[in-house]
Each structure stands twice: as structure tokens, then as C-alpha cells.
């Protein structure tokens, strides 16, 4: 088994590396993180892709692999990344001994004048730049949903419902739940409110500014900075991001019960 090793550079990562070297027999280093090897050929040669780092790190990961990521958390939070390095031997004997699962997280698409710009596994949100607030119109193919003023707003998967999302306020969703939620960030409007929508439905967004600019991030990051009027689409497509799962994994409501503090 081939296995393509990509990771956060912020953290110290070199034992960690040394670890899967001695377990794993073809190794491949990202050349982010001090290998050889670019995401290209990584995509092209390995097997799986080991994420080192926290979900932020997996998100990246994600947008640049389209093989199945085993999540190894350095992070705090771990929605994402289920494993730590101590169980890189477990890893290593359920994948050849076929004893796992991919939990396969579907992922948003957005696109601008019908042409693909980005997909993302957990978000894409708008905000504003300059500190004033924008208009936010909503609509489906046949129909105005809402339209609002604030600092922005959130189109979110199942997979990022745990992530901004939840810090705006937004609902919890189960990540096999074949649906996605809109989510208003600071609303001026009090009757804004998170809404979910099943997976059929493509949402058309346009953001009209007041003043200054604004933008549009995906996963976190900057997609794209704006000025001005423009209109975008978004989905819920067929496209798969497959996580690794051993069946002594922590299930979606222990990891919730231990991030969340449940009882």
C-alpha cells in the first residue's frame, strides 16, 4: 500500500513522519512539509493520503487529493480527524486487512456564470471587508427565499454544520442528512434565520455591497475578493470526500457528546 503523508508545516511533524515510515512500507512526503513529492504526483501514486494536522489541515487536504484521507489530529477540535499518531499500527493492519469503511461526506460546489469555480467539503461564506454591511438576495431557480442585510452569510454541508456554522448560530446536522442550511451572519433583520434545504435544490445568492468590498471564502480560506454587485451559485453535488474509519472509530454523536460537552 502506497501512502502519500501531507500535513500542517506550523506544527512539528518530523517524529510524527518518522512514525508512519516505520509502520508503513512506500511512504511519500508532501512537498509542503518537506518531501519530494508535489500534490500531483501524490494523487497520481498513493493509495490513501494521511492528513496530518487538525480539520483545517483535512479541508486543505481534501481540496487537493481525491483518495481516501486518514485524519491524524495535531488540532484541538478533531470533527474531522478521528485518529491520533499512537494509532498509526491500527491503521496500518485495518487497511490491510480490509477492516475499515469510508465515511463518504458529500461536498459543495459553487459556481459564477454556470462555470465551476470551487468545491468545498464544509463551507463557503460571504463577507464583508470594510466593516459595512451587505445585502444578501436568496433564491432558487423558481423563487425568492429571503434576502437580508449583515456581514454576510453561510452555505454549509452536513460535514461543516459542526464548524462556522455552529458558531453563527446555525443547526446541527447528522453528515449523512442529504441536505445543506443557509445560515445569516449578524442579520440586521431579526427574522433572518438558518434555514435547511434538501440536496435537490441549487441556490442562487447575490451580494450587493454598500460600500467597500467584500468577499468569498471556502473552507476558511479566500476564494475570491469582490467590489460590487455579483451572483453565484451553489450545490449540493454528487462529488465525495471518503475519511477513513476503523469500526473502533468514535461515532458522530461521541465525538459530539465530547466537543460539545453533552451529558
Do not use: Q
Not at 517524529?15 to 519530494?36: M, N, P
Amino acid at each position: 500500500m502506497k501512502v502519500g503523508v501531507f500535513g500542517n508545516s506550523s506544527y512539528n511533524l518530523s517524529s510524527a513522519i518518522e512514525r508512519i515510515k516505520s509502520v508503513f512500507k512506500e511512504v511519500y512526503i508532501s512537498e509542503s512539509i518537506g518531501g519530494i513529492y508535489s500534490d500531483k504526483e501524490l494523487n497520481e501514486i498513493c493509495d490513501v493520503i494521511i492528513s496530518l494536522g487538525g480539520d483545517g489541515t483535512l479541508l486543505r487536504c481534501a481540496k487537493k487529493f481525491k483518495k481516501p484521507i486518514i485524519g491524524i489530529k495535531f488540532g484541538k477540535l478533531g470533527f474531522l480527524t478521528f485518529f491520533d499518531i499512537d494509532d498509526i499500527e491500527l491503521i496500518k493492519d485495518a487497511l490491510l486487512s480490509g477492516n475499515y469503511y469510508l465515511d463518504r461526506r458529500d461536498r459543495l460546489k459553487l459556481y459564477i456564470d454556470g462555470i465551476e469555480v470551487d468545491s468545498a467539503l464544509n463551507d463557503f461564506s460571504v463577507n464583508t471587508i470594510s466593516g459595512r454591511v451587505v445585502e444578501i438576495i436568496i433564491k432558487t431557480r423558481n423563487s425568492i427565499i429571503t434576502s437580508f442585510y449583515g456581514d454576510g452569510v453561510i452555505i454549509s454541508s452536513p460535514s461543516g454544520s459542526t464548524a462556522y456554522n455552529l458558531s453563527a448560530g446555525g443547526p446541527i446536522l447528522h453528515p449523512s442528512v442529504k441536505a445543506y442550511i443557509i445560515t445569516p451572519i449578524c442579520p440586521h433583520n431579526l427574522s433572518a434565520r438558518p434555514i435547511v434545504l434538501p440536496k435537490e435544490i441549487i441556490i442562487n445568492i447575490t451580494v450587493k455591497p454598500k460600500l467597500g468590498k467584500w468577499r468569498i471564502n471556502s473552507d476558511g480560506e479566500l476564494l475570491k475578493e469582490c467590489e460590487g454587485t455579483l451572483s453565484f451559485d451553489v450545490e449540493l453535488s454528487d462529488e465525495k470526500t471518503s475519511l477513513i474509519k476503523l469500526n473502533k472509530t468514535e461515532d458522530f454523536f461521541d465525538i459530539l457528546r465530547k466537543k460539545l460537552n453533552w451529558r
